[in-house]
């Protein structure tokens, strides 16, 4: 059951804006280095599809969140905007399409790590980040303002992408994500939320191991 103080606490939006930063980040990446393998690098093919898993997992959380947390408490007060919030479903719903159709076709890649099927999977990454940039963009241009207005709901709950079903390394790498590219006070707002416990693990433990992820993953990046 919430409490009061989950509804009635004003929102710090922009927590949403750096996971979605992160976001367009990584689906950017997945095209990048996916394009870059060479053909027959099964351990290579392997590497990557384990991270779009990953990716995708935290994308499907963090949409889960909002469906579950923000959009419910943004429709019942504000008739007058239930189209976007609508909007914004149906563009979860076109987005969890992309992340199918993309896994389709790096399962058949991923097995060979071919190059007919490489070529085949990079436009279905294209697609999904297309699709997920046009979601993203409405979002934080006609959604996140509501939830600053008359409505007031924690979305930090949605926004961070940490689903605590999932083994902690996969909890540390999604915040690890989330936080690369924020800078010192949107990275201490999302560390401040975390329990103590939380924060010291991140430090000694999740920052060092995302440092490693990321080398190892980016080693072919481009731009």
Do not use: C
Not at 58 to 70: I, M, Q, R, S, V
Not at 107 to 120: F, I, K, L, M, S
């Amino acid at each position: 059951m919430r409490t009061t103080q989950e509804h009635t606490e004003r929102p710090n939006t922009q927590e949403m804006v750096v996971v979605h930063r992160g976001l367009r980040r990584e689906a950017r990446l997945l095209v990048e280095l996916i394009a870059a393998v060479a053909p027959g690098d099964t351990a290579r093919a392997r590497e990557l599809a384990d991270h779009f898993r990953d990716y995708r997992l935290g994308l499907t959380n963090h949409h889960h969140g909002e469906d579950e947390h923000l959009w419910p408490l943004l429709l019942a007060p504000v008739d007058l905007e239930a189209d976007l919030v609508l909007r914004m479903e149906i563009q979860h719903e076109r987005v969890a399409a992309s992340l199918t159709a993309a896994e389709e076709a790096l399962t058949a890649w991923e097995r060979t790590a071919g190059e007919a099927e490489r070529d085949a999977l990079v436009p279905f990454l294209a697609e999904h980040r297309s699709v997920l940039a046009e979601h993203l963009d409405d979002e934080e241009a006609g959604l996140l303002p509501l939830a600053e207005g008359p409505v007031h709901v924690r979305v930090g709950a949605a926004g961070r992408a940490l689903p605590r079903e999932h083994a902690k390394p996969k909890l540390l790498f999604f915040l690890g994500m989330v936080l690369e590219d924020a800078d010192p006070a949107e990275r201490a707002s999302v560390l401040a939320a975390l329990p103590l416990a939380g924060r010291l693990l991140w430090h000694t433990v999740g920052r060092p191991a995302y440092a490693r992820r990321t080398r190892a993953l980016r080693r072919t990046a481009r731009g």
